[in-house]
Nanobody
Framework: QFQLTESGGGLVQTGGSLRLSCAAS????????VGWFRQAPGKERDFVAV????????YYSDSVKGRFTISRDNAKKTVYLEMSSLRPEDTAVYYC????????????????????WGQGTLVTVSS
């Protein structure tokens, strides 16, 4: 197994942008599907975006489609989440996860038993 570490969270104003990074401790991550989730206070953890091992397949939740972009650099063992046009409702702890299951499964809600999770990074969007 390997570890995932998120970074890049912080405080941003409405309409602003942030880039989150999910760094893996091993190049093994290049063969894994990686995704982002978020959990707002008092709410369940929700799917945000997922990317296949090659980077060719991506899915997004309806709430972030067109505003967020997921990408990966396997040489750097890192997956990114570019967030723009941020809204107060985007405020949450953002987590990355890795698993071998197909990206479409994550998009369809089958992500409760993913193999690896990071510790999360807090994003706060002020109004």
């Amino acid at each position: 197994q390997f570890q995932l570490t998120e970074s890049g969270g912080g405080l941003v104003q409405t309409g602003g942008s942030l880039r989150l990074s999910c760094a893996a401790s091993s190049r093994t991550v290049s063969s894994y599907v990686v995704g982002w989730f978020r959990q707002a206070p008092g709410k369940e953890r929700d799917f945000v975006a997922v990317i296949s091992w090659s980077g060719e397949i991506t899915y997004y939740s309806d709430s972030v489609k067109g505003r967020f972009t997921i990408s990966r650099d396997n040489a750097k063992k890192t997956v990114y989440l570019e967030m723009s046009s941020l809204r107060p409702e985007d405020t949450a702890v953002y987590y990355c996860a890795a698993d071998s299951s197909p990206p479409r499964d994550w998009y369809l809600g089958n992500y409760r038993n993913l193999e690896l999770w990071g510790q999360g990074t807090l994003v706060t969007v002020s109004s």
